[in-house]
């Protein structure tokens, strides 16, 4: 069974730019997740999808940050424009539904913003 | 709120010790707890769970056990080896996940 699929695994940008993400979920999971993981500290939730609606995006800072799920398979986060304190590795992850336990974590993306 | 709180680290141990990683949690209702495991560049993987009061999660020798009464999820492992010196997570789920703020653990020869 292939694991959650994320890309790409390293970004570089400057400050004010913008920048995007892409996940593909575990095959069948209705559930998708954006996590930021700050050096040094756990992930932090920023959406939760259930198929392609949202569930939770309490903790998203919506007037940079972006995220869709079309189809309820793929999704993308995207950030415009980039700030320092974005530097972060932003996880993906998946689940068979919502009510489901567990979680199966991407590699991450890697964002460093100079 | 909803938060966990584990040990900080580094924890430095030797091949064979007897590991211990506290982790303590808040929640308004009764969560189900995990602890997750991050090896060197990769990502997030369960290593165990638990969803009710005095149940036990157990996997890879590692074990922690729900308790309720002191709001604790403590990860042991009676014997550590070179191969599970990683970051530890623990984390609760009560509608949404939180994370502590992990836990590195190195394991020398």
């Known amino acids: 069974e292939a694991g959650v699929a994320q890309s790409p695994r390293y970004k570089i940008i400057e400050k004010r730019q913008s920048v995007a ?19 040094g500290q756990g992930p ?7 198929n392609n609606g949202v569930v939770d995006d309490s903790q998203l800072p919506k007037d940079r940050f972006s ?35 567990t979680q199966y974590f991407g590699p991450g993306t890697r964002l460093t913003v100079l | 709120g909803n938060s966990v709180t584990q040990m900080e680290g580094p924890v430095t141990l030797s091949e064979e010790a007897f ?3 506290n982790c303590t949690y808040t929640a308004t209702g009764y969560p189900s707890l995990f602890w997750y495991v991050q090896y060197p560049g990769e990502g997030l993987q ?3 769970k638990a969803t009710k009061a005095d149940d036990k999660g157990s996997n890879k020798g590692f074990e922690a056990t729900y308790r309720k009464e002191t709001t604790s999820f403590h990860l042991e492992k009676g014997s550590v ?3 599970d010196s990683a970051v530890y997570f623990c984390a ?18």
């Open chain 2, 81 to 83: 080896q070179v191969s």
């Open chain 1, 67 to 101: 995220a869709e799920r079309l189809k309820g398979v793929d999704s993308t986060l995207k950030i415009q424009p980039a700030k320092l304190e974005d530097s972060a590795v932003y996880l993906c992850a998946s689940s068979l539904a919502r009510e489901s336990d």
């Open chain 1, 21 to 39: 993400f892409w996940c593909n979920p575990i095959s069948g999971h209705a559930t998708l997740y954006w996590y930021q993981q700050i050096l």
């Open chain 1, 44 to 50: 932090k939730l920023l959406i939760q999808f259930q």
């Open chain 2, 46 to 48: 369960l290593l165990l």
């Open chain 2, 19 to 21: 590991l211990t990683i």
């Open chain 2, 92 to 109: 609760l789920n009560f509608n949404k996940f939180y994370f502590g703020s992990g836990t590195k653990l190195n394991v020398k020869p």
